[in-house]
């Protein structure tokens, strides 16, 4: 292999060929913010213009390094004419780009890599569908306005998004990464795209981050998070990003990789405008939700059928659409009351949780209007979910109150005769939840029926004997047929008879109720 440049190479570009061979950065800044700055409008003459294929063919075919040297790309403020195309290309050399300008898209599609890292650097689309690297794929601060592809791509560890701004190709798409598998973490925190960031079915090893994220869906295309039936080795971030060392910083990640913002620190919230989807995700560790979801018409955040051993939704500000939590599956539900979005724009049939963790109040009227706002059609099994995790929690009075809500929302449901007859139990004994309820009717009959029978002493059964007559121990007895007081030596007749006759039934109806609330409490004891 020649160790000289091939003929007809510029000086720059044979500059760059010696700086590959000695694995030396090749820096053509000029050390002016204005000038260096790769999407501002200064032009950069010869002296920093290379051809795309003096690259691939440097990446492709490249020189023996220098003895004692490792080859490498690694270049800044570079001008790169002409596409470059290393589709289908073996590239085993590391190569890192800073604050560089691409005049054509990049074709990367079916190549093999080690590292690849392009930092501030201004690319029209980068086409890398079924790129493989054993290393890192870095996008950071890059703006791609024509967006990019990385379907069914394999990256060895992490792909690195940060702070890079992406538009949309012609069917309303920045990122279309459908089937990518990364081996370790997916960061794109801050990012913004003005697109469908589109992962369907992929497969993150470790994290993936959108903290801070700003995705604009296309008019064309109302989704702006496509992640069905994303698989994800620890934990999503849909959350909030510190401010904090992310201005001016011009490392890879910023000072505010993987951490939380504090709760009074100022911070960039995930927003999504437009719709998005979660439907059969599974998340190994969580999926932590607090960002802000501007809806319109008919636009869903779709969490439908997820799998999670743990959900936080905890947004600040209620989405203006719908969620959907239809047939999903989580272990630690932690919310709060004001994150869930009102008039009916829940969806909550047939999802399953396993404890609450409300962050911040959340009280059992607050869940019953949780579930009742949920949907236009009554769900029992919506109530018994929730009445199970408050059992589990120990919150039997509440699981009750659930229940007894319950009872209620399915009157409205029935016809007109059974809505009476539950309007009456509902009165009465509360469905059987209001056992108190069902004391204090007993307490009334006790006391109507002795002013009656104290004025209206009835016959003894047998003439020629005289009972002691007591009218409160009489209905008392009564009411509780159970219990003898020793007052069954009368015999009423008329009027009295049927009123004794009701006592007996009410007080089956109502002790009842009373003695199932008391072994209630005693079991709970």
Same mark, same amino acid.
């Given at each position: ?18 700086? $590959? ?28 213009? &290379? ?67 392009? &930092? ?87 994290? $993936? ?83 802000? $979801? ?232």
């Amino acid at each position: 292999m020649a160790e000289n440049a091939p003929e007809g190479w510029t000086d720059t570009e044979r500059a760059l060929w010696e700086a $590959f061979r000695e694995g030396e950065v090749f820096d053509r800044r000029c050390g002016q913010d204005d000038i260096d700055d790769p999407f501002g409008d200064a032009l950069w003459g010869p002296g920093r213009t &290379v051809s795309a294929e003096v690259l691939a063919h440097l990446l492709l075919a490249g020189p023996r390094p220098t003895a004692g040297r490792v080859a490498s790309l690694r270049m800044s403020g570079v001008y790169v004419t002409g596409a470059l195309n290393l589709a289908g290309g073996h590239i085993d050399r590391y190569v890192e780009m800073r604050g560089c300008r691409f005049e054509h898209k990049i074709l990367i599609s079916e190549a093999s890599a080690t590292t690849l890292r392009m &930092v501030d650097c201004l690319v029209p689309r980068l086409e890398a569908s079924r790129l493989s690297t054993t290393g890192d794929l870095h996008l950071a601060r890059c703006r791609i306005p024509d967006g990019i592809r990385l379907t069914d791509a394999k990256i060895g560890t992490d792909l690195l998004l940060n702070l890079a701004v992406i538009g949309g190709d012609r069917y309303g798409r920045a990122v279309s990464a459908d089937g990518i598998t990364v081996h370790q973490d997916f960061e794109a925190e801050r990012l913004e795209t003005r697109g469908e960031l589109s992962v369907r079915t992929a497969r993150i090893g470790g994290r $993936f981050s959108l903290r801070g994220a700003q995705l604009h869906a296309d008019p064309q295309n109302r989704v702006c998070l496509n992640a069905v039936r994303l698989n994800v080795g620890h934990t999503l971030y849909l959350t909030s990003s510190a401010d904090g060392g992310w201005f001016g910083s011009r490392s890879y990640y910023g000072s505010g990789y993987g951490q939380s913002p504090p709760p009074d620190a100022p911070s960039t919230p995930f927003r999504a405008f437009g719709q998005v989807r979660l439907s059969d995700a599974r998340f190994e560790a969580a999926c932590l939700i607090s960002g802000e $979801f501007h809806l319109e018409g008919d636009d869903e955040v779709s969490l439908r059928r997820i799998h999670t051993p743990e959900l936080r939704f905890t947004c600040k500000i209620r989405p203006t659409g719908t969620v959907s939590l239809s047939r999903a599956r989580v272990g630690n539900l932690v919310d709060t009351s004001e994150a869930w979005p009102l008039g009916k724009h829940l969806r909550l049939t047939g999802f399953v949780y396993e404890n609450l963790r409300p962050v911040g109040p959340f009280t059992v009227r607050q869940r019953i209007a949780w579930l009742e706002g949920s949907a236009v059609e009554f769900q029992p099994e919506s109530y018994e979910q929730l009445a199970a995790a408050l059992r589990r929690d120990g919150a039997d009075d509440d699981a009750r109150e659930v229940l007894y809500a319950k009872q209620r929302r399915r009157q409205e449901t029935l016809p007109l005769p059974a809505r009476i007859w539950g309007r009456v139990q509902d009165v009465t004994v509360g469905y059987g939840y209001r056992p108190g309820r069902a004391g204090l009717w007993l307490l009334l009959a006790w006391a109507l029926g002795s002013i009656w029978f104290a004025t209206h002493q009835p016959d003894p059964l047998k003439a020629d004997e005289k009972p002691n007559w007591n009218a409160v121990l009489y209905t008392l007895n009564q009411l509780l047929p159970i219990i003898d007081l020793n007052q069954g030596a009368w015999n009423p007749g008329g009027t009295s008879q049927w009123i004794s006759a009701g006592l007996v039934v009410v007080g089956w109806l109502l002790a009842s109720t009373v003695v199932a609330g008391a072994t209630r409490l005693l079991q709970r004891g």
